[in-house]
């Protein structure tokens, strides 16, 4: 089985990405500039969101996508499941064992 995205759906704003400590990373491309999230969690597990010019964005309706090996797909509705996720995964990092 190959690795594939975890879409975690959410009405999660910009700011609310900002205060979890996700990071903007600004990309060109032909039609102008664009942005995105992202929030690392360990190496090779990571949370990265939809672009800024994509049509939720415009009401400021981030999805999160967590790169994982699994199925089916989970999908988190609220600010609270996804702030509780990260805080878990943050708090259970074993940072004495590399591979």
């Known amino acids: 089985m190959g690795s594939q995205v975890l879409t975690l759906k959410t009405k ?17 491309d032909p039609d102008g500039p664009f942005y995105y999230y992202t929030l690392d969690i360990v190496e090779g597990l990571y949370c ?3 672009a800024s010019d994509e ?4 009401n400021d309706e981030w999805s999160v996508e967590l790169s994982f090996d699994c199925n089916p797909r989970i999908k988190f509705k609220d600010v609270k499941s996804l702030t509780e996720l990260v805080n878990l995964l ?10």
Do not use: P
């Open 12 to 28: 999660m704003t910009e700011k609310e990405l900002i205060s979890l400590g996700f990071e903007k990373h600004i990309e060109e």
């Open 48 to 50: 990265i969101t939809d």
């Open 55 to 58: 049509a939720a964005i415009e």
């Open 90 to 99: 943050n708090q259970n990092k074993d940072e004495d064992k590399h591979t």
